[in-house]
């Protein structure tokens, strides 16, 4: 598939968006900056996608967007990932855009720039699914490779995702741990996704793998089931807010600079 044909695919991005949230009730709610998170989140990914959609089962995160201009659509309340909410809110929505992105509703800063990336990894057919990852700072240490919430991705030299994991994967033989960042260049996962519009309605309808009942991440069964989930690679430093505590380290970046972000 060429650029052009790629360019005829239609897109459409989808931000799940509950308020239920053990650590964080009414997250999509939080203010930042004078804005709530899920308008932060909403004007971001608008300035690359032109067809934008909240999906939310609250009445007050719906209203709160309708308020902005947005658009929202009301969806179950016993989806178990967003991909679930995702697969529900395009089939209510009624769209035929031939690829679904789901974006994170608690990353306020997401860089329009990973929405070109992820876009991107389309141009190839065989991309049934596509996901993005960020290199690892090897600067930061063992201590933060080895955290379980952010899980280290393998691809092959295509940019086929092989294996996820919240282990620190590959293992370095020979290296005291503390070398390991070093001595190898890992890569985190950037919980997006994009799905062909087929691919979704496919993996919805899967029964949990061994593999995801494990470690307890979603694209495990789709990689246990033969789906082709191609790599991007990001550098854009991110903030994903998962407690009130994390506003403080959101607002800080709201004053300072990405490199390659928009203004916002």
């Not at 308008?39 to 032109?50: A, G, P």
């Not at 691809?155 to 370095?172: E, T």
Request: net charge negative; aromatic share 8%; with cysteine.
């Amino acid at each position: 598939m060429t650029g052009t044909d790629m360019e005829k695919l239609s897109f459409i991005g989808i931000i799940p968006a509950r308020y239920a949230s053990t650590r964080f009730p009414g997250k999509p709610l939080a203010m930042l900056g004078g804005m709530t998170m899920i308008e932060r989140v909403y004007r971001q990914v608008s300035k690359e996608l032109d067809d934008v959609w909240v999906a939310t089962d609250d009445d007050r995160i719906a209203e709160a967007v309708k308020s902005f201009g947005g658009k929202v659509v009301m969806t179950s309340e016993t989806h178990r990932s967003g991909t679930d909410r995702c697969r529900e809110a395009y089939d209510n929505i009624g769209s035929q855009a031939d690829v679904v992105i789901n974006i994170q509703g608690d990353e306020p800063f997401i860089d329009p720039l990973q929405l070109k990336q992820i876009k991107k990894c389309f141009d190839l057919p065989d991309t049934q699914i596509a996901t993005l990852v960020r290199p690892f700072d090897a600067s930061k240490g063992y201590e933060a490779l080895e955290n379980p919430n952010s899980p280290k991705v393998v691809f092959d030299k295509d940019m086929r995702a092989m294996l996820f994991s919240r282990s620190v994967i590959p293992y370095v033989r020979g290296k005291e741990r503390s070398e390991w960042p070093g001595a190898y260049e890992y890569h985190t996962h950037i919980g997006m996704y994009a799905y062909r519009s087929e691919t979704l309605r496919e993996i919805t309808c899967l029964p949990q793998s061994p593999l995801e009942l494990a470690e307890s991440l979603e694209q495990l069964r789709w990689l246990e089931n033969g789906y082709v989930i191609r790599v991007g690679i990001s550098e854009c430093e991110t903030v994903g807010i998962d407690t009130p505590a994390d506003l403080e380290a959101a607002l800080e970046l709201l004053q300072s600079n990405c490199k390659n972000r928009n203004d916002i």
